[in-house]
């Protein structure tokens, strides 16, 4: 004697992912379609303030900062503060040796109209959002322009 088992998948999980599938089709066409304007369109600001800055470790342990296009004395970070200073230039220094790009050349520090503090690389040309990283970090980097009171 044969037995026959008759298994049917339930309709409405497939009438369901056929209307998402559909519906994820349509929103990305539609956002093809549409003319609305490049995010870097959107983001785009004034520069209100911009500094060329080279970065060197010294013998002590400590960072300076130097004003690039006069070589003065902005900062130096005592050895063992600044952590956040340290780990970023760390890490830049280390893309620009993988790169064989200069470890000497300077860096350029901009406040934009809106408050965003930019940190721009343009032998790797990167550009680093300094507030992405906390408002107070962004502030130490802050203090390196002419306008808090950095010489130069």
């Not at 409405?12 to 994820?24: E, N, R």
């Not at 209100?48 to 342990?61: I, Q, V």
């Not at 130490?140 to 950095?150: D, E, I, P, R």
Request: charged share 20%; no cysteine.
């Amino acid at each position: 004697m044969e037995q026959t088992v008759d298994i049917r998948f339930p309709r409405a999980p497939l009438y369901g992912a056929a209307l998402l599938i559909a519906a994820t089709i349509f929103v990305v066409a539609m956002g093809r379609i549409s003319p609305a304007p490049a995010l870097t369109d959107l983001v785009r600001t004034q520069v209100a303030e911009s500094r060329t800055l080279r970065f060197e470790d010294a013998t002590d342990g400590s960072v300076r900062v130097f004003d690039a296009s006069t070589n003065d004395v902005v900062s130096i970070a005592a050895p063992g503060t600044n952590g956040f200073l340290r780990g970023l230039l760390r890490g830049m220094m280390r893309a620009r040796k993988q790169s064989g790009a200069s470890l000497t050349a300077p860096m350029r520090l901009e406040i934009l109209t809106n408050g965003m503090v930019l940190l721009i690389d343009e032998e790797n040309k990167v550009t680093l959002d300094l507030d992405a990283y906390g408002h107070t970090n962004a502030d130490v980097f802050k203090t390196f322009l002419k306008s808090a009171g950095g010489q130069g």
